[in-house]
């Protein structure tokens, strides 16, 4: 099913999890960002359009200024994103440069999607630079973003931008192999969960756990994700982007996660 979804979606969002952005250290992973490119590059040969949602900036940040690492004080955190946010692009940037891919960098808070003058100056960017072959790379403003106007994680943010460009599809990269019936850390009987059609159904039934270590959003926040995209009529695939080139792996086949169906 997930292979169906992307052969048949033109419009795509991708949303990179922290932890699937991170290596083993928790610092960028530039060999993920330049497979990921690649790979993107290949869909865009089939005609298809990419936007990218990035988890990363904190964690770019930290590839800088390791200095501030145990700094907790939100004025650090902000102004670690500041950083962070510079050498995210310019990693994205020379990511996509080899296969001659321009990237076009888009900051959101929760007070942008509530504007409907600022919904639609973001709507029309996002189609401008889809429609001149360029790639948004969308991500929360976390330097300006405070409790009341955070987003929140960037399951989210990934699904409110799918459909404010009125997406197909969106693939959400984790680093879980989709929705288990239980946590698959914990419990050696959770199962994979292939194809979801009744996401209330589903929640009555699956133990939801907390967050994971890097990323803001568990389980419960992919769910609310799904929800909101399939009352649009947009799909979504959960997967494991840890997997070797597990964008390709999924267009074709290979790879496996949920596909939560509109």
Same mark, same amino acid.
Not at 13 to 24: E, H, M, P, R
Not at 85 to 99: G, N
Not at 155 to 168: E, K, M, P, R, V
């Given at each position: 099913?997930?292979?169906?979804?992307?052969?048949?979606?033109?419009?795509?969002?991708?949303?990179?999890?922290?932890?699937?952005?991170?290596?083993?250290?928790?610092?960028?992973?530039?060999?993920?960002?330049?497979?990921?490119?690649?790979?993107?590059?290949?869909?865009?040969?089939?005609?298809?359009?990419?936007?990218?949602?990035?988890?990363?900036?904190?964690?770019?940040?930290?590839?800088?200024?390791?200095?501030?690492?145990?700094?907790?004080?939100?004025?650090?955190?902000?102004?670690?994103?500041?950083?962070?946010?510079?050498?995210?692009?310019?990693?994205?940037?020379?990511?996509?440069?080899?296969?001659?891919?321009?990237?076009?960098?888009?900051?959101?808070?929760?007070?942008?999607?509530?504007?409907?003058?600022?919904?639609?100056?973001?709507?029309?960017?996002?189609?401008?630079?889809?429609?001149?072959?360029?790639?948004?790379?969308?991500?929360?403003?976390?330097?300006?973003?405070?409790?009341?106007?955070?987003?929140?994680?960037?399951?989210?943010?990934?699904?409110?931008?799918?459909?404010?460009?009125?997406?197909?599809?969106?693939?959400?990269?984790?680093?879980?192999?989709?929705?288990?019936?239980?946590?698959?850390?914990?419990?050696?009987?959770?199962?994979?969960?292939?194809?979801?059609?009744?996401?209330?159904? %589903?929640?009555?039934? &699956? $133990?939801?756990?907390? +967050? #994971?270590?890097?990323?803001?959003?568990?389980? *419960?926040?992919?769910? =609310?994700?799904?929800?909101?995209? %399939?009352?649009?009529? &947009? $799909?979504?695939?959960? +997967? #494991?982007?840890?997997?070797?080139?597990?964008? *390709?792996?999924?267009? =074709?086949?290979?790879?496996?996660?949920?596909?939560?169906?509109?």
């Amino acid at each position: 099913m997930t292979a169906k979804l992307i052969a048949e979606a033109r419009k795509i969002v991708i949303k990179i999890g922290s932890n699937t952005l991170a290596d083993k250290n928790g610092r960028i992973s530039v060999s993920f960002l330049e497979s990921l490119a690649g790979q993107v590059s290949e869909l865009f040969r089939l005609n298809k359009q990419i936007v990218v949602v990035s988890s990363g900036a904190q964690i770019a940040g930290l590839s800088t200024l390791d200095k501030w690492e145990r700094k907790k004080d939100i004025h650090y955190r902000q102004a670690l994103c500041a950083v962070g946010q510079v050498e995210l692009m310019v990693a994205w940037q020379r990511a996509f440069a080899p296969h001659g891919l321009h990237i076009g960098q888009i900051l959101l808070t929760q007070d942008d999607f509530g504007d409907d003058i600022r919904s639609l100056n973001m709507r029309n960017t996002i189609f401008t630079l889809v429609d001149e072959g360029i790639i948004p790379i969308i991500n929360e403003n976390d330097t300006v973003g405070v409790e009341e106007i955070k987003i929140g994680d960037n399951d989210t943010l990934a699904a409110q931008s799918a459909i404010l460009w009125s997406a197909n599809l969106l693939i959400l990269f984790s680093d879980i192999n989709g929705l288990y019936t239980k946590n698959p850390k914990d419990y050696g009987d959770a199962e994979l969960i292939p194809e979801v059609k009744d996401i209330a159904s %589903v929640r009555a039934d &699956i $133990s939801i756990g907390g +967050a #994971n270590s890097f990323g803001a959003g568990g389980i *419960a926040t992919k769910l =609310d994700a799904a929800q909101l995209c %399939v009352s649009y009529g &947009i $799909s979504m695939i959960l +997967a #494991n982007g840890g997997f070797p080139r597990a964008l *390709a792996a999924l267009a =074709d086949g290979t790879l496996h996660g949920t596909a939560f169906l509109a």
